[in-house]
């Protein structure tokens, strides 16, 4: 697991609850993380068509579609990387009982825990997330 999920959920929940566009430093003094992280993850967003910039003098950015239709498994998914629950650097060694299964067995329970989280996320959209927030 990495910090992105959470920079890219303060992001979406700033731009679900704002009246007017943002600009990124803005959101880097709210999320107080350096205003690079903060661009390079909204051209992430952008990229996966969760948020859309506007150009010009009053410029920022804005929520591509209603905070309803976006779900937080969707905003998890354009973030995820990596396995959740690590990865080991060696291979095990093959000739013991347990390092010839092990990675099969730790892969079936990442992909069981992935999918629980994804169903929990997919159930939450962006608009009753930002309701924690009134």
Known sequence: MNGRFPIAMHIMTLLCTA???????????????NPVLVRKE??????????????????G??????AADISLAGIY???RSGAILGQAKNQPNPACPIGRQINAHLNTLEADIEQTMLNKLGNT?????????E
Request: glycine share 6%.
């Open 77 to 79: 998914q354009a973030v």
């Open 42 to 59: 909204l051209s992430n967003l952008i990229k996966h068509r969760l948020i859309k910039s506007q150009q010009g003098k009053n410029g």
């Open 19 to 33: 009246d007017e566009v943002l600009s990124s430093d803005y959101m880097a003094g709210s999320i107080n993380v």
């Open 125 to 133: 959209t962006l608009a009753a997330f930002c309701k924690k927030f």
């Open 61 to 66: 950015y804005l929520l591509n579609r209603p």
